[in-house]
């Protein structure tokens, strides 16, 4: 049997429905919401949290129940029903439509499944056992929490700042790729992670000045200041 093809979705802008009011609904339209995606969410009833989140402005409430045409416009589907004549219709319109689709927990009803996922800012680990076991695939991702500690965030934007210089000086790809070895050998992550910033800096300063690439630690500095503050 095939594996599942993993994929990074874009949908900033796309439109979202969540058909489902219970805090499974909630988990699931947060993370559309917090990827950019503009989401209503259908159910006669709802949870405080998707009250609230309607509240806020973050997506938008239909009360009611789920009809046939409620999918239209949409470029990703996530119901979170048990009853099988609605997860049929759901999954019917939605592939009629062309749709992503994911009812929770039903695999044969999914033309996509959602990984465990630990973000670090713009660092994304994605764990999958294909459906097979959920909480496992949870239980490994929380192992990755404390491999990769909240300061990794930081760590890829000043890795980003230093590698716009490389590029900027032209160094080859390889010599690129024996910098990033130095880079990620380094004590850099530590030093960000005990909030020695300044430290961390002078050191990626270090390591482009040891590859002919001169550019001041305070450059560094300021560029990887405008990166954070934009977070």
Same mark, same amino acid.
Not at 20 to 41: M, N, P, Y
Not at 109 to 117: E, K, Q, T
């Given at each position: 049997? %095939?594996?599942?093809?993993?994929?990074?979705?874009?949908?900033?802008?796309? *439109?979202?429905?969540?058909?489902?009011?219970?805090?499974?609904?909630?988990?699931? +339209?947060?993370?559309?919401?917090?990827?950019?995606?503009?989401?209503?969410?259908?159910?006669?009833?709802?949870?405080?949290?998707?009250?609230?989140?309607?509240?806020?402005?973050?997506?938008?409430?239909?009360?009611?129940?789920?009809?046939?045409?409620?999918? &239209?416009? +949409? @470029?990703?589907?996530?119901?979170?029903?048990?009853?099988?004549?609605?997860?049929?219709?759901?999954?019917?319109?939605?592939?009629?439509?062309?749709?992503?689709?994911?009812?929770?927990?039903?695999?044969?009803?999914?033309?996509?499944?959602?990984?465990?996922?630990?973000?670090?800012?713009?660092?994304?680990?994605?764990?999958?056992?294909?459906?097979?076991?959920?909480?496992?695939?949870?239980?490994?991702?929380? =192992?990755?929490?404390?491999?990769? %500690?909240?300061?990794?965030?930081?760590?890829?934007?000043?890795? &980003?700042?230093?590698?716009?210089?490389?590029?900027?000086?032209?160094?080859?790809?390889?010599?690129?790729?024996?910098?990033?070895?130095?880079?990620?050998?380094?004590?850099?992550?530590? =030093?960000?992670?005990?909030?020695?910033?300044? =430290?961390?800096?002078?050191?990626?300063?270090?390591?482009?000045?040891?590859? =002919?690439?001169?550019?001041?630690?305070?450059?560094? +500095?300021?560029? @990887?200041?405008? *990166?954070?503050?934009?977070?």
């Amino acid at each position: 049997m %095939p594996q599942y093809y993993p994929i990074m979705l874009d949908i900033r802008g796309r *439109k979202a429905v969540v058909v489902g009011g219970d805090e499974v609904a909630a988990t699931k +339209a947060r993370a559309l919401q917090s990827s950019g995606a503009q989401v209503t969410v259908i159910s006669p009833e709802f949870c405080t949290e998707l009250q609230a989140m309607a509240q806020r402005g973050e997506l938008t409430l239909l009360p009611k129940a789920y009809q046939v045409g409620d999918l &239209a416009g +949409a @470029f990703v589907v996530v119901a979170t029903t048990a009853d099988p004549q609605l997860i049929e219709a759901i999954w019917q319109e939605g592939q009629e439509r062309n749709q992503l689709v994911n009812i929770v927990d039903v695999p044969a009803r999914c033309n996509f499944i959602v990984p465990s996922i630990l973000r670090r800012d713009q660092l994304t680990i994605a764990v999958s056992t294909e459906g097979a076991s959920p909480g496992l695939a949870k239980r490994i991702r929380q =192992q990755l929490e404390v491999l990769f %500690p909240p300061a990794y965030g930081r760590y890829i934007r000043l890795a &980003a700042c230093v590698r716009a210089h490389l590029r900027r000086h032209q160094v080859s790809y390889a010599q690129r790729d024996e910098f990033f070895g130095a880079f990620f050998s380094s004590d850099i992550l530590t =030093q960000l992670s005990e909030g020695h910033e300044r =430290q961390a800096v002078e050191q990626a300063a270090q390591l482009l000045a040891h590859h =002919q690439v001169p550019v001041s630690a305070e450059v560094i +500095a300021d560029e @990887f200041l405008d *990166k954070v503050e934009a977070v």
